[in-house]
């Protein structure tokens, strides 16, 4: 049984410039989320989809934008990266929006230079 | 708005001893209450919550963890530490009337010394 798992592994942007990340869920799982992590710091919310649409959204701009497409796989995009853009970036896979467990995939190391 | 706090950056153990990692939350509604653990380089790895029923949760690997609605508390626990227990640790809670967003906290480095 195939757990969550994310594309790429590693990711090096400059400034300015616009990534897709991608995460397909454990199989059976029909909802997404997303989350940054900070160097040192613990996971934060960014957004949520479920059928195919984003059903709750973090403290993030609107730089930070996502996808669930009808197989349930989900991509994030960030806009206009910036430094602080630089993080491991967690998809994590539940069924349903109810009292679900989470389970996260490797993760994506994004740096922004 | 929900928070948890981990007020320990750091816990050092001794193999075979007993292990105690602290974690206190603050919801509005009822708490949905979680640990997780990341190893270096890895995602997080999901090792038991706390939905309703029994104060006293079993999980993964021996851990267990103790509910405490009056003290807003959600410690983690083990019996005999190993030294493979190393690891980042992670507490998390939800808000059932909040959505189904994860709050973590700041992370809790264990380190078991043989």
């Known amino acids: 049984d195939a757990g969550v798992t994310q594309s790429p592994t590693h990711l090096i942007k400059t400034r300015g410039q616009q990534v897709t990340l991608r995460c397909s869920p454990k199989s059976g799982h029909d909802t997404v989320s997303w989350y940054q992590q900070a160097l040192g710091q613990g996971p934060q919310f960014i957004f949520q989809y479920y059928e195919e649409e984003e059903r709750q959204r973090g403290n993030f701009p609107d730089r930070f934008s996502g996808h669930q497409f009808p197989n349930y796989s989900s991509e994030l995009n960030v806009n206009a990266l910036l430094l602080g853009d630089s993080a491991l970036y967690l998809c994590a896979s539940s069924l349903g929006t109810s009292s679900g467990t989470q389970y996260f995939g490797p993760g994506t190391r994004l740096t922004v230079l | 708005a929900q928070s948890v706090a981990q007020p320990e950056d750091q816990v050092n153990v001794a ?49 267990e963890a103790e509910f405490n609605k009056s003290q807003t508390s959600f410690h983690l626990k083990k019996p005999s530490a190993l030294v493979s227990d190393s690891a980042l ?18 992370g809790t480095r264990l380190m078991v010394k043989p």
Do not use: H
Not at chain 2, 52 to 57: F, I, P, R
Not at chain 2, 89 to 106: P, W
């Open chain 2, 15 to 63: 193999e075979g001893n007993p292990l105690t990692v602290k974690c206190t939350y603050s919801v509005s509604g009822n708490p949905y209450l979680f640990w997780y653990v990341q190893y270096p380089n890895r995602g997080l790895q999901f090792l038991l919550k706390y939905i309703t029923g029994d104060n006293l949760v079993k999980g993964s690997y021996g851990f």
């Open chain 2, 89 to 106: 640790y992670f507490c998390a809670v939800r808000d059932i009337n909040a959505g189904n967003m994860l709050t973590f906290g700041g």
